[in-house]
Every structure is written in C-alpha cells, then in structure tokens.
Nanobody, 115 residues
C-alpha cells in the first residue's frame, strides 16, 4: 500500500525558513494530487497547499507569497518550502496524497516558530 513519510520539521525563529519533505512509497497506477495540511493548536486541520498532476498549485490565503509546494515525480516526493515563518505558523504539518483515487495521510511533522 501507499505510505507517506514527512520530514523537515523543527524549531525556527520568526522570519526564518524551513523545507518539509514528503516521501511516498508503495505501488500505485496514477498520481492524482498531493497537498500539505496543518493543525494549529486549538484549531481543526486545514489545507495549506495543493499540487495536482499538471503541476497546477493552490494556496491558502494565510501562506500565499510565503510558501511554495512542489513535487519530484521521479523521487515520488513533495516539498513545502516555507519562508518568512511566523509564530502563528506553529502547527503539525501533514502530507496528504491521492493515488488511484484513494486517500493517504502521513503522520505529521512538528513546526515550531518562536517569536
């Protein structure tokens, strides 16, 4: 089955940058979409960025201009480049993918932004 593993989280100072990675393993026939979600303490999980097969991207307003989602199809990996991080970006970030019309989630990686 398809498995997703995130990495790259950690502690960073306000204004700093971080790059998250999501490596996908397993068998599949078709890539449909990948996305990054986050869960801020006290809030429900929310979408951050989306990339689809034609590499079209969509961003939440709160990260637009600061975050960039990309993918490397050969490595079966997606990335979330996060720049100009703010304390309110502190959250657990989750990789989400749709392969063969089925949904998969990673376990999440903690991002903490200090003021």
């Amino acid at each position: 089955q398809v498995r997703l593993v995130e990495s790259g989280g950690g502690l960073v100072q306000s204004g700093g940058s971080l790059r998250l990675s999501c490596v996908v393993s397993g068998n599949f026939f078709r890539f449909d979409a990948m996305a990054w979600y986050r869960r801020v303490p006290g809030k429900e999980r929310e979408p951050v960025a989306l990339i689809v097969k034609d590499d079209s991207t969509t961003y939440a307003d709160f990260v637009k201009g600061r975050f960039t989602i990309s993918r490397d199809s050969a490595k079966k990996t997606s990335y979330l480049q996060m720049n100009n991080l703010r304390p309110e970006d502190t959250a657990v970030y989750y990789c989400y993918a749709v392969y063969n019309a089925r949904e998969y989630w990673g376990q999440g990686t903690q991002v903490t932004v200090s003021s």
